[in-house]
């Protein structure tokens, strides 16, 4: 009996003040914050855990979507609408030339209107083997063009010579006229988008890039410049003009200038021939004009309108073609990222 007093005693000591007073409220604060530590930390580390392995989990997934975009875009060389979105948006290039990077965006827009083109026109889809090498072909002729098109650019930066949205719209407008009136610049989009695939953004910066190369061609090319000249004054000369283009182009060979000659035939004053037809409607009969640069960048043409009626033209013509930029471009390395045979290999 006399030990029960005892146990009543000591649990009364292990008991904490039921009142919160002033000399008790440390206490009672620290026992609070005492069981809520346990709760506290293995949730902190558990958090921390997560964090960690989302952001491993992360890192894995970008590093594979990675690896599968650069297989699928280099190895198989897939051309599906999905990848040609996401290389407009990340710009990966295909190729370099002369440090100017080609995007694989480009190269994608413009083979994807010739796959198109083909397959609308039927002229793939029959032999598995056969338009295989005939893509190839336009692999190739897409690839070269945009190249020449990034060297272009880079020279026309240093030259600062740039083609504007009045020009790029110019060229359309006048892709517009037939031969029963000018179409309206809605149904021009429309068959745009259907039968090359191109958006009018997208056929807008296409035409650009071609302005630009056609500017940079004439503006390197001295030496077509300096012949330009000479023919000029040969013909300025009444009888050296009565002679005809033939002769003149006969005459120059043997200085040992070479001059191309040709002519028309009677063809539509809207003919689509880089813009001479419409210099020969301005001409009267038997008159040659001024040198003139050709809409298509082949090189410099003087014109002679031979006849014309109310709907049709006949004119004949002396071109001197641009060759310094294509020397230029050929004697330059080239690195491409993706293996696409040679038009050779294709004849």
């Known amino acids: 009996m006399k030990k029960i007093p ?28 005492a069981g809520g530590r346990k709760f506290k930390y293995p949730h902190q580390y558990v958090r921390h855990k997560l964090v960690f392995n989302a952001i491993i989990i992360g890192l894995v997934t970008v590093l594979l979507a990675v690896l599968f975009g650069w297989w699928q875009l280099y190895k198989v060389q897939t051309t599906s609408d999905f990848f ?35 397959q609308k026109s039927g002229q793939i889809g029959l032999s598995q083997e056969g338009d295989k090498q005939q893509l190839d072909f336009f692999k190739r002729k897409v690839l070269n063009g945009l190249e020449a098109d990034m060297y272009a650019q880079k020279l026309a930066r240093d030259l600062n010579i740039t083609a504007s949205t009045e020009e790029v719209q110019e060229v359309i407008d006048q892709s517009r006229d037939t031969a029963t009136g000018q179409i309206s610049q809605d149904v021009y989009d429309a068959s745009t988008q259907d039968t090359l695939g191109y958006s009018p953004v997208e056929y807008r910066r296409i035409i650009r890039q071609s302005l630009l190369r056609q500017k940079v061609a004439y503006a390197v090319d001295t030496e077509a410049q300096d012949i330009k000249q ?71 043409y003087f014109v002679q309108t031979i006849s014309q009626s109310d709907t049709k033209v006949n004119y004949q013509y002396i071109r001197i073609p641009l060759s310094v930029f294509e020397k230029k471009f050929a004697a330059l390395t080239t690195h491409e990222y993706i293996d696409i045979a040679n038009i050779s290999d294709n004849q």
């Open 230 to 300: 000479q023919v000029e004054s040969y013909l300025a000369v009444s009888k050296n003009a009565q002679r005809g283009f033939e002769a003149a182009v006969k005459q120059f060979k043997q200085k040992g200038v070479q001059l191309d000659y040709g002519a028309s035939g009677s063809v539509s004053k809207n003919n689509r021939d880089g813009g001479l037809s419409r210099i020969a409607v301005s001409l009267k009969k038997g008159e040659t004009s001024k040198p003139v640069e050709s809409t298509t960048g082949d090189g410099y």
């Open 84 to 118: 040609y979105r996401v290389t407009s948006v990340i710009p990966v290039p295909v190729a370099s030339v002369d440090g100017e990077n080609v995007r694989y965006s480009d190269y994608l827009l413009r083979y994807r209107s010739q796959e198109l083109w083909l």
């Open 6 to 33: 005892l146990r009543r005693k000591k649990l009364a000591k292990d008991q904490s003040p039921s009142r919160i007073t002033n000399e008790t409220v440390a206490e009672h604060r620290e026992k609070v914050l």
